[in-house]
């Protein structure tokens, strides 16, 4: 394996919108609003969460984390893919490539290990409910939440130095609208096979730890849920279930069909879509399926509208 980046490549273009004036300016906005709408609902989610006493639990805790890896996720990609829309600048510089590429793939990994952590949390409050409190403290919450952003970080780090100590020469336009492992490892002068079997290997691992955790947690919460007597029970405990398992079926979908398969199945406008799903649509759609789905925060957020409209 390389050692050192021996590419003569300074700079990429992202080719992956359109160039169709009409249409650029139309997704510009669309983007926009998407992205400003994004940012809203999960600021709101995290200062709520943050700032009201009653919501200081682990459930909260794990959501206002979920919260600030949602802002940054478009984070990431949307700002230079507005630019690139409005003023035509599609160039990005090798430096800015990888860094867009290590926090991307830091921010989707420690989702995908929160999103399993924040189930074995629902597991313990519907399977072990007086036991709860002692199980899932704040400081194993402090814990785990820690451990998903440092096991998130150490995959990014991995996969970021495997992709570029490659060799890039004769072409520098990626096939998409941000820096991502599948268009850099096509777009490669080098020999990939090894970096994508070791890549594949480590994201199949940490996946399925993640995915078998998740599953077992909901396993196990759907025969508590069948085994209680009362319909109104089983109710509270679907919907205290239901925002989290929406999340996780649309996220990890997503996520597993775009990094755990080999480069040769790369396809752009699929991917670019599939990337679109997890990269803009889902931080979008977190903080409304866990607003209209939460009564507690529901009721702050009441609170705290009401509180301003006295004010005002």
């Not at 984390?65 to 160039?91: Q, Y």
């Not at 020469?169 to 994508?196: A, F, H, K």
């Not at 991917?271 to 789905?293: A, E, F, H």
Request: charged content about 10%.
């Amino acid at each position: 394996m390389q050692s050192v980046n021996l590419s003569t490549v300074s700079e990429f273009v992202l080719v992956g919108l359109s160039d169709a004036p009409e249409a650029r300016f139309l997704l510009f906005v669309l983007f926009l609003i998407v992205y400003l709408a994004t940012m809203a609902g999960n600021i709101t989610i995290l200062v709520v969460v943050s700032t009201d006493s009653h919501l200081h639990h682990p459930m909260y805790f794990f959501l206002g984390n979920l919260s600030l890896l949602d802002i940054l996720c478009p984070t990431v990609t949307v700002p230079k893919m507005l630019e690139a829309l409005l003023l035509e600048n599609k160039v990005i510089s090798f430096t800015g490539c990888v860094l867009q590429l290590f926090f991307l793939i830091d921010v989707v990994g420690t989702e995908i290990f929160l999103l399993a952590v924040m189930a074995y949390d629902r597991y313990v409050a519907i399977c072990h409910p007086l036991q709860y409190v002692n199980i899932v403290s704040m400081k194993l919450c402090a814990h785990l939440a820690i451990g998903t952003w440092v096991v998130g970080f150490f995959n990014s780090l991995l996969h970021t130095s495997l992709i570029f100590t490659l060799f890039f020469c004769d072409s520098n336009e990626v096939d998409q609208y941000y820096c991502d492992i599948p268009p850099m490892l096509t777009l490669s002068c080098s020999p990939t096979y090894s970096r994508e079997l070791v890549i594949l290997t480590v994201a199949g691992v940490l996946g399925s730890c993640a995915f078998v955790v998740t599953l077992m947690s909901y396993i196990c919460i759907l025969l508590a849920i069948l085994g209680m007597n009362s319909s109104d029970s089983r109710h509270k405990a679907f919907s205290t279930c239901g925002s989290h398992l929406t999340v996780v079926c649309l996220f990890y979908g997503t996520t597993i069909c775009t990094y755990v398969r080999p480069s040769s199945t790369y396809s752009p406008n699929q991917d670019r879509i599939v990337s679109m799903l997890y990269g803009i649509l889902t931080p979008l759609l977190n903080p409304i399926i866990y607003c209209l789905r939460n009564k507690e925060i529901k009721c702050v957020l009441r609170r705290v509208t009401s509180q301003v409209r006295t004010a005002l």
